[in-house]
């Protein structure tokens, strides 16, 4: 089936990432529209933001449109990432393959664990980024108590998840939200932490962690398109304290090896 695909966010990696990480890889083709802020709140201040193009009146949003049964293509309108990423996880299943859907009640919530907990531990982090010294002591021990525990216990669950699936994918291999939604986690958590990638290693703490989110970032299709839209160079966050270069100065200052939890 064809699926007209548009992703809709802000000019930011943030909740968007996932969603941009499996869109990239699959190579289906697909538009991305940035919305800058400063429109975004004209938007809401003339009720522009609607139920119809914006459910929860939230960003990002996937608009998708295709054929249902013998029917006129119709449009979708999806939100929520953690929706979106399971609608993308259906409709690019390359055919052949074993539809999430039908693998094990246990082995789908578990699946289910760590994209839900990679998602939340994003916007936790930045739940915190009302400040310039949110990175800074001492509330950068609160931040790395969130990092560890779900990096401790994300690994925990991939070895939970290793018995029956294959948790780090292969080249041809295709992505899945989980996969997408821990990858852009371990990402943010590298950047704040730079010296969690030492627990990240083959011979870390976290090593299956380091191990998918390396197999996701080294994928042709995603490494070409982060390089060539300068992804690494974007913010976090709307917050003027989540940007690129802000995360960086704050980890030059303050980052050093960190204890278990």
Request: charged content about 25%.
């Amino acid at each position: 089936m064809d699926h007209d695909l548009r992703l809709v966010y802000f000019p930011l990696r943030g909740r968007g990432e996932p969603i941009l990480l499996l869109l990239v890889d699959s190579g289906v083709p697909f538009d991305l529209e940035e919305i800058p802020l400063v429109t975004w709140k004209q938007w809401k201040k003339t009720r522009q933001i609607t139920n119809d193009k914006f459910p929860y009146s939230a960003l990002p949003v996937l608009h998708a449109s295709h054929r249902v049964m013998a029917n006129e293509p119709k449009t979708f309108v999806f939100a929520e990432t953690s929706a979106i990423l399971t609608y993308l996880d259906e409709i690019l299943d390359p055919t052949g393959t074993t539809p999430e859907r039908e693998l094990p009640l246990e082995v789908r919530v578990r699946i289910q664990m760590v994209k839900e907990a990679s998602l939340f531990a994003v916007v936790r982090i930045f739940g915190m980024a009302r400040s310039s010294e949110w990175l800074a002591p001492p509330q950068r021990t609160t931040i790395w108590g969130i990092v560890n525990r779900y990096l401790r216990d994300t690994e925990n669950t991939l070895s939970e998840l290793e018995k029956s699936i294959r948790v780090v994918p292969l080249q041809t291999d295709r992505l899945t939200g989980m996969t997408a939604a821990a990858a852009t986690t371990i990402t943010l958590v590298t950047q704040v932490f730079p010296s969690t990638r030492e627990m990240l290693g083959n011979d870390g703490e976290y090593k299956r962690c380091g191990k998918l989110w390396t197999a996701v970032l080294e994928r042709p299709r995603i490494a070409a398109y982060w390089e060539e839209n300068k992804i690494e160079a974007k913010p976090w966050s709307i917050t003027e304290y989540g940007t690129a270069e802000w995360i960086a100065r704050a980890a030059a200052s303050f980052d050093r090896p960190q204890p278990k939890l």
